[in-house]
Structures are given as structure tokens and as C-alpha cells.
């Protein structure tokens, strides 16, 4: 953009001013008095031109910070995009472990240490304005995207986008996505999902209000429509629920190039930037401004919004400025290791020759057969907007070959079962490696889409020379043609067969799922002592999974969605639907409605020692938080980490029966016991109706247990104010 006579302190001036206790929303004011139109409405989009945009993000998504309204004559820096939320998809940085892994551990503290360091990489990249903070509810395991959030529970899903929003805090603003109902991939450009108040109050929005107040400093909304509208331009969603119900102050982005379908409409309906590039708006607002589809009151509003976040951020931000070496630090990839590790669930651990299998003596094996095509595979996730190009991966077979350094390593990456159990014939013990990768499942662009008149309309006019009939590098910018929604919940068919035939020539088999989402194991399930869920689990993924087996991490990772036995226990779900409706039903509150046992219920996973929770009481209760205490001893001959679940019991009608209120993980050495405090919300025993909340019920049953159900767990009882 051109600019006249540079006045660059302008802008560091007034967040100084703000850091010493001025006024924030006068000086946004102030600075928003001193830009020209022109420059109003170059806050409002990205800042490169559309056609060179993309053709820059075909040769590499966002390498380097993708900027939205800088305007260097006042100092204004803009917002400085990079994605996520694996870690920062600029340069070669720390592929933490996805964020369904992250969900696993259960552990919000780990969550925003996780936050910090992706702060401090994206910030020595020059990027200011963090989009990971991705918080959709995966309704249904087969979302191609599950890998990008935390799990199925809305209270789950909140505490660790608020964690991950703190932990971004001091060195970046942070964006959650996708606002709002965005679970399905392949259809998301044209699907409308339809869903009444209550089931948007009580289940798809509550982690988003939940961020808002951490703080949030943007919302990107999704690419769906919304009970008939395009997000992009929903009215009811940004102005109504997110600014005037719960008083969000920050920005609003639409997802990238296809999020939203009018410009004037998108502006009047409280969408601040049209991101990435200089497309829609660019090209269409001066002509709505003329006719007056939109005013300058709407423009002001935006840029209002837009300038005060910046003026807040750099008021508050940290004065450390990390440098280059942060990237893919030392200590960044031992922080991915120990998230990794700790992510891990083991759903299986039978005894074999009257021993659990798990963990491994090293010291006792000589030989170990490592089989499947992901043995020896880099495969950190998805390969779309949230891929992060870390240089080296650690694969499975490179941590076990490191934590076994006498051991002698039989490896069979075919797709050969009949190697497979000959080579586990001969070895001590055989790990088998299956799951999925980014063909399988992942972000999603079809080509099909580029013929779409409705997706070519909002393309800005072409460059001469250009062919309309070829834009498939505009596809390819932002995403590919593989992965998607799973086609299928179970393992591909030679994964199984070869499980199968490993367990038959070797009884000490131990199977690893790479996976984000719930496999349907009962076709093999019952033929392997071992069952370990291992995700697409970052950059020291391999070091971490050898950390598990051989015991120097304990197993502790629990579920943060729930397995059913057989996809007929699951909500609809067509992956080329033009419209579907949500209810409140899905995962374990469906399965609890219709009194299907889960194959392994919501927050399972088995450790290294065993756990008692007795004495669970409530020891306060003030307006919706609640806090309890329960006595936690680890009952077994080794230390180990727990999780204990608080869950809250009612019998209100067409309301789930079980709900997921608190968590906190626990380390106990053998013997110990602790008295543990938990801090709970009663939120998710609140019901949305006439446009508010009210109790579901008088009365509720508090248990404190080890996954959702446990029958073991303490109860005790609770009365709802």
C-alpha cells in the first residue's frame, strides 16, 4: 500500500500509553482518527494481492507470516498470521503432537506450556497472530479434522483452549476456529448444519464462550453456513451471541480465500477482516459504500475492533524477544517428547505367562520384530493448513532402536502379513504399527470445488493470460485432494490381517494405532494382549512411544472421546451432505441415552500401577464453579500418574445422563496417597432455554472416578443453587 510521510513510533507510542495505564479504547480512537479511508479499508482484508497470494501459498502455505492490514505509516504492524495448532507452519519448526493427543493427557498446565513455546517460535518468525486455537466439537469420529481439537467434551475442549490461549498470551495474540459447528471436511464449503438453541448453547458454543473469557483475541469462523447463513456473514453468531451475549471485544476473520460470500453482508454482520488476501472486499466495498449496502459507521466499527487488539497485545506483550534459536530448541523437543509420551493410551495390557506385556525389560529382550507400513514413517498428521515442517521426526523404529541398542530389530514395512508373522515368529517380542496418515484423513480440497459457480464467485476478477477452466493451484494452496473425512472406522484390511497373523506366531504382540480419532477394534481386538493408542504424535514421537513400552514414562494417557463397539452407535453422518441437522446427542452422551456399552468409554486408559478414589466431598459451590476434594492412593508397586475424572449424574429429562464437570492429573509413588482438589464447572448441567440458562435438574450425583462410569468411583451428592 502506498503510504505518505512515515510516522512510525505512532502506534508504539499509544501502546505505551496503554502499558502505563491509558486508556485502551481512546487510543484505538485516536489512532482510528488519524487513517485516511483508504486506509480504513486496508485494515479490513489481507494485505497481498489476491492472484500473487496464491500463487505464493501453492509454493509453500504460510512460510512466512501472512500479514493483514500494516499500514507503516503510523507503525500499525498489522495482523501477522500463522497457523497452527501443532506448532508454527512457518519455517522448519517443533511438530508438537496433535491436538487430540494433547486432549489425552488430560492436562491443561502441560496444555499452556505447549502454548508458550509456540508463542515464542512464531514471534522469532515475525508472526504476531497465532490461528491454533482450534476448539470443534468432533460430533462425529469420522471428521476428517479431528485431529485439530481436543475431544469430544465441551467442558474438555474449553479448559484446553483456554490453556492454549495463555500460553500464546505473552507472545502472541491467539485465534480460535472454527466458529461455529465445523466438524465435517469434505462438505464444508456448502453444507448447512442446522441445529436449534439449545443444543448451540448447552453443546457447539461453550468452549468458545469459555476462551472469550481467557481472552481470546480473535474468532475465525468457518467456512459452513449456520442454520441458513454462511458463517462469514452471521449475524446472529458474531454480534448477537459472541459480542453482545458474551462480551467479546476482538477481532472476527473469516476462514481463508472461501468464508464468506458477500462482502457488504459480511461487514454488516460484524466480520472485521476478510482474510487472507486482498479479495472480496478489496474489490467490492468502495462500490457498497457508494450505493450504500454498507456505511462508514460499519468500517469504523471494524477497524475499532481491529486496532484495539493490537494496542491490547503490545500493550501487555512480553519484552523478552526470543531469538531464531527457540525454533526446534533442544528444550521445545523435549517438552514434545513428554506430551507425547504422557498423550499415550493403553487400552490393553493382558498378561502373558502371567505378566502384564507392558511395560517392556529391556534388559530381557534380545530381539524385537517391528512391523507395519507407519513403523518407520514421518508422520506428524494432516498436510494441509496445520502442517508443520519439522525437518526431522523421529519414527517408531528409530526410538525403539535407541532404547534397545543390544536388541537385534526384525522390521517388515510391507503390506505383507505372511513376512510379518514370520518375522514376529523369530523375535521376542512383535510391535505392530497401523493407523492412518494424511491420505486417510485430513484437511480436504477437492477439485471438483474449482467448478463450483458458487465457489468461483468469489474469486476476484482473473489476471489476462489466466485460464478459468484450470485453478487447481488455487486448490493446492489451500489444502489437497487426499484425506478428508474417514470413509471408514476400522483399520484398512491388510492392517487387520496382518495383526492378526502377528499375533498367531507371536503371543507377546503389542499393536500401536496411529490415529486422531475412534478406531473400531473388534473384528482383532480380542487377539492381541496390547492395544496402544499412539497418535500422530510430533516431532520426538518415536523416542516418546519407546518411553511408554519400556516403563520409563508410565502409561497415562486417557481418552479423550469415547469407542463404541460398532458405527451403528454413532449420529448420521454423510460426508457429501448439503445439509444436516445437529442435536445434542453424540459420543458417550449417545451411547449412554441408548444404554450401549462403549467399547472403551470417555476418559479410559490403563497405567503401570492401580488408583482408589475414596472421600470424594464437595467443599464449595459459588455461582457456576464448584470446587470438591477426593483421596487418591496409588494401590500398586510403582510410581505413576493418574487422572481423576469429576462427573455429575442426573436424571433430567432429554438431558444426558452423565456429564464431564472437572479433571486433574495426579502423581503418586507407590503406596501414596493425596488428597486431591478439583475445580469444576456446573455449566454443563445448565440447560438453555428462552434465551437463558436454568438448571436441569435440583439435585445431581458427583463421582469422582477413573473414566466416565467407572464403577468404582466415590460419589457423593450435590445441590444445585
Same mark, same amino acid.
Given at each position: ?39 480504513? #479499508? ?6 497481498? /494481492? ?5 500463487? /505464493? ?31 508454527? *507452519? ?60 481436543? =475431544? ?40 448447512? +448444519? ?18 472469550? /473469557? ?33 462480551? $467479546? ?7 481463508? *480465500? $472461501? ?35 454498507v456505511t462508514w459507521d460499519q468500517v ?42 504422557? &498423550? ?13 506385556? #507392558? ?51 526384525l522390521s517388515v514395512l510391507d503390506d ?62 489451500? =489444502? ?41 477394534t473388534e473384528d482383532w481386538r480380542s ?45 448420521? $453422518? ?25 467399547? $472403551? ?8 500401577? &492401580? ?31 493418574? +487422572? ?24 503418586? /509413588? ?52
Amino acid at each position: 500500500m502506498p503510504t505518505p510521510a512515515t510516522q512510525t513510533e505512532t502506534f508504539n507510542e499509544a501502546a505505551a500509553r496503554v502499558r502505563n495505564g491509558g486508556h485502551l479504547s481512546e487510543e484505538a480512537d485516536q489512532l482510528l482518527g488519524q487513517l485516511t479511508q483508504d486506509e480504513k #479499508l486496508w485494515l479490513l482484508d489481507g494485505d497481498a /494481492e489476491f492472484w500473487s497470494g496464491m500463487a /505464493e501459498m501453492s509454493a509453500g502455505y504460510n512460510r512466512r507470516p501472512i500479514v493483514m492490514g500494516e499500514i507503516a505509516r503510523l507503525g500499525i504492524p498489522g495482523l501477522r498470521f500463522s497457523d497452527g495448532p501443532r506448532g508454527v *507452519v512457518m519455517g522448519e519448526s517443533t511438530a508438537f503432537p496433535v491436538s487430540m493427543a494433547r486432549g489425552a493427557t488430560w492436562d491443561p498446565e502441560l496444555e499452556e506450556e505447549i502454548g508458550t513455546a509456540i508463542g515464542r517460535e512464531m514471534r522469532a518468525q515475525g508472526a504476531n497472530f497465532f490461528g491454533g486455537v482450534c476448539i470443534n466439537l468432533p460430533r462425529h469420529p469420522a471428521w476428517g479434522r479431528a485431529q485439530e481439537t481436543y =475431544g469430544e467434551d465441551p467442558y474438555l475442549l474449553g479448559e484446553f483452549g483456554a490453556a492454549l490461549v495463555r500460553g500464546i498470551h505473552p507472545n502472541a495474540m491467539a485465534i480460535a476456529k472454527h466458529y461455529a459447528l465445523n466438524s465435517m471436511e469434505n462438505a464444508r464449503f456448502k453444507v448447512d +448444519v442446522k441445529a436449534d438453541d439449545a443444543t448451540l448453547h448447552e453443546v457447539f458454543l461453550p468452549h468458545f464462550r469459555r476462551v472469550v /473469557e481467557e481472552g481470546v483475541d480473535g474468532i475465525m469462523t468457518s467456512y459452513n453456513s449456520v442454520n441458513g447463513e454462511w458463517a462469514g456473514q452471521n449475524e446472529t453468531l458474531m454480534e448477537d451471541i459472541l459480542r453482545r451475549q458474551w462480551g $467479546f471485544e476482538g477481532v472476527t476473520l473469516s476462514d481463508f *480465500v $472461501f468464508g464468506l460470500r458477500d462482502a457488504a453482508l459480511s461487514l454488516q454482520a460484524g466480520l472485521d477482516v476478510e482474510a487472507p488476501m486482498r479479495q472480496q472486499r478489496a474489490h467490492r466495498l468502495p462500490a457498497d459504500l457508494e450505493s450504500g449496502r454498507v456505511t462508514w459507521d460499519q468500517v469504523d466499527r471494524a477497524a475499532r475492533r481491529i486496532l484495539r487488539t493490537q494496542l491490547a497485545h503490545y500493550a501487555a506483550r512480553n519484552t523478552e524477544e526470543p531469538g531464531l534459536d527457540v525454533i526446534l530448541s533442544e528444550e521445545h523437543r523435549a517438552l514434545a517428547r513428554k506430551v507425547a509420551a504422557t &498423550s499415550m493410551v493403553l487400552l490393553k495390557n493382558e498378561p502373558v505367562d502371567g505378566t502384564p506385556l #507392558l511395560p517392556l525389560k529391556a534388559d530381557e529382550i534380545a530381539s524385537v520384530a517391528l512391523i507395519g507400513r507407519l513403523t518407520n514413517l514421518p508422520n506428524t498428521g494432516d498436510q494441509g493448513s496445520s502442517n508443520v515442517r519439522s525437518p526431522e521426526v523421529v519414527t517408531a523404529l528409530d526410538g525403539i532402536r535407541t532404547a534397545l541398542p543390544a536388541a537385534s530389530i526384525l522390521s517388515v514395512l510391507d503390506d505383507d502379513a505372511d513376512a510379518a508373522a514370520a518375522a514376529a515368529a523369530q523375535a521376542d517380542i512383535a510391535v505392530v504399527v497401523v493407523g492412518y496418515t494424511a491420505q486417510d484423513e485430513g484437511e480436504f480440497i477437492g477439485s471438483e470445488g474449482m467448478s463450483d459457480p458458487a465457489i468461483l464467485a468469489v474469486f476476484p476478477p482473473l489476471p489476462e493470460g489466466v485460464d478459468p477452466s484450470d485453478l487447481s493451484g488455487a486448490a493446492g494452496a489451500m =489444502g489437497t485432494a487426499e484425506g478428508g473425512d474417514r470413509a471408514s472406522l476400522r483399520l484398512r484390511p491388510i492392517d487387520e490381517a496382518i495383526i492378526k497373523a502377528t499375533a498367531q506366531a507371536n503371543p507377546r504382540t503389542i499393536v500401536v494405532v496411529v490415529t486422531a480419532g475412534a478406531v473400531i477394534t473388534e473384528d482383532w481386538r480380542s487377539q492381541v494382549p496390547t492395544l496402544l493408542i499412539g497418535w500422530y504424535s510430533g516431532v520426538e514421537g518415536g523416542h516418546a512411544l519407546a518411553d511408554v513400552l519400556t516403563g520409563t514414562v508410565d502409561a497415562s494417557g486417557r481418552l479423550p472421546y469415547s469407542i463404541p463397539t460398532t458405527e451403528e452407535h454413532l449420529p448420521y $453422518f454423510d460426508r457429501d451432505a448439503s445439509s444436516i441437522t445437529y442435536d445434542r446427542w453424540f459420543g458417550q452422551r449417545l451411547l449412554d441415552r441408548d444404554g450401549h456399552p462403549a467399547a $472403551f468409554p470417555l476418559g479410559y486408559g490403563l497405567s503401570y500401577t &492401580s488408583f482408589e478414589t475414596t472421600e470424594l466431598s464437595v467443599t464449595g459451590v459459588s455461582g457456576e464453579s464448584l470446587a470438591a476434594s477426593v483421596r487418591v492412593t496409588n494401590t500398586g508397586s510403582r510410581d505413576g500418574r493418574h +487422572v481423576v475424572q469429576l462427573y455429575a449424574t442426573t436424571t433430567a429429562e432429554d438431558f444426558p445422563t452423565r456429564v464431564l464437570i472437572g479433571f486433574t492429573p495426579v502423581h503418586l /509413588e507407590p503406596g501414596q496417597t493425596a488428597t486431591v482438589t478439583l475445580e469444576g464447572s456446573l455449566r454443563p448441567l445448565q440447560r438453555w432455554a428462552d434465551g437463558g440458562f436454568s438448571w436441569a435438574a435440583a439435585e445431581a450425583t458427583l463421582e469422582a472416578g477413573a473414566f466416565s462410569g467407572d464403577p468404582n468411583a466415590s460419589t457423593a451428592a450435590l445441590h444445585l443453587p
